[in-house]
């Protein structure tokens, strides 16, 4: 059975990726924890324990763990809201209460404690920044023996990014840009690594077919908190602002490695300084990663309502 470890930071796409992960048959969910990145960490972390209080179908031992980590440089502040809009949907403030506990430790320390009393090595899905794992592995390096593998969503190959900042110039990711140097950490590390970049999910788009699609699909609640919780986001016009399921694809290729049609290998190393910081550029003696570069758009949604369609 895979034993899965998740770190995320708390925008709709990590949440929903929690829920499928919740939903998901055959693993054990060791760890959760949430960073302050892309979503406000405190109100991600209530929506987390409050997902797996409704649709922990394997009903997992769980506390979220917080993370205390902070930012090189920070998401912009209307991303981040969402996460205080998510954690207000009814569906999730039925009961009134909370139930699964927020975690002692901090999110690395959590991380640090779920890997080295593991049976077995660990898949450690990432959908925000590194800086988790890079703090963990300098208190102790001995758990990049426990990690099996790395999903990362983060960094561009292809040299586009979505950074628009004065200090930047636009050839990075934000996961990788809220913090290089975590990047470089990990990039040091012999741990295996898939990621899923910018490039990774161009046939995966947030359409107004799929809002629809999961309207008509109400009677499972897991469904429906889908449904809700996209319809906080504007999907915009202008298509360099696309969204697409880069952290989705992320978890449910790790779930099921068989959604994933293409691949490159690709030695890169991060850029930590100047108006480049963040971006990943290729280079012979860096860090060997396989960079996702096509799905199986049919499979990846049938995989995702197969999985949400459980909860009645």
């Known amino acids: ?45 209530e929506v987390c324990r409050k997902m797996t209080d409704r649709f922990n179908l394997r009903s997992d031992q769980l506390e979220i763990a917080k993370s205390d980590s902070r930012a090189v440089n920070q998401f912009p502040e209307a991303w981040r809201s969402a ?34 009393t593991a049976k077995e090595p660990v898949t450690l899905v990432m959908t925000g920044p590194l800086t988790d794992l890079a703090r963990a592995l300098e208190v102790d390096p001995t758990i990049e023996a426990k990690i099996a593998k790395l999903y990362w969503m983060g960094g561009s190959l292809d040299g586009h990014g979505n950074v628009s900042m004065v200090n930047a110039d636009g050839s990075q990711e934000w996961n990788a840009y809220w913090d290089p140097m975590a990047v470089e950490r990990v990039f ?67 779930l099921y490695p068989e959604v994933v049609s293409a691949t490159a290998e690709h030695h890169v190393k991060v850029i930590t300084s100047g108006i480049a910081q963040g971006r990943l550029v290729e280079d012979p003696a860096g860090k060997e990663i396989t960079l996702v570069t096509k799905a199986n758009k049919e499979l990846f949604f049938h995989k995702w309502d197969e999985l949400l369609e459980q909860t009645k």
């Open 188 to 254: 040091a590390s012999s741990i295996p690594m898939q990621v899923i970049g910018l490039e990774s999910s161009e046939e995966l788009p947030l359409t107004d077919d799929l809002r629809l699609h999961w309207a008509s699909l109400r009677k499972y609640p897991a469904m429906d908190l889908v449904g809700q919780g996209y319809s906080l986001l504007v999907n915009p016009p202008i298509p360099s602002a696309q969204l697409y399921f880069w952290d989705v694809l992320t978890t449910i290729s790790a």
């Open 1 to 45: 059975m895979k034993e899965i470890y998740f770190n995320h930071d708390g925008n709709i796409d990590d949440l929903v990726s929690y829920l499928l992960l919740l939903q998901a048959p055959d693993i054990k969910l060791l760890g959760v924890s949430a960073i302050d990145a892309d979503g406000y960490v405190d109100p991600a972390v």
């Open 83 to 116: 996460a205080y809009s998510f954690n207000y949907l009814p569906i999730l403030n039925e009961s009134g209460k909370m139930v699964t506990k927020q975690a002692a430790k901090p999110a690395h320390l959590d991380m640090v404690s779920k890997l080295k």
